[in-house]
């Protein structure tokens, strides 16, 4: 939407990541929307990831650096788009 980016994960990525993309993103204009096209649970940061504390870092099937890898591919793919 002219030079506004959504960024649609099927899955509950972390606020942390979301602030990270945002503030690195190549526009000032971003929408951020987690489950989209379905849900894949929690996305949690490595910082949290197994902290039998936090419900949501439980893991669920995803490997501890996969918000990372999410996150770079999100820059990676939004770079190439501006």
């Known amino acids: 939407i002219g030079d506004c980016l959504i960024y649609a994960v099927p899955g509950e990525v972390f606020v942390d990541f ?3 993309i945002k503030k690195n993103s ?3 204009r971003n929408i951020f929307a987690s489950l989209a ?3 894949s649970g929690y996305i949690p940061t490595p910082e949290v990831f197994n902290n039998l504390y936090s419900y949501e870092a439980i893991p669920r ?3 501890q650096d996969t918000g990372v890898r999410v996150k770079e ?3 990676e793919i939004a770079k190439k788009i501006f």
């Open 18 to 20: 979301q602030l990270e």
């Open 37 to 39: 096209n379905g849900s």
């Open 26 to 28: 190549p526009t000032e």
């Open 73 to 75: 591919k999100i820059m």
């Open 61 to 63: 099937g995803y490997a």
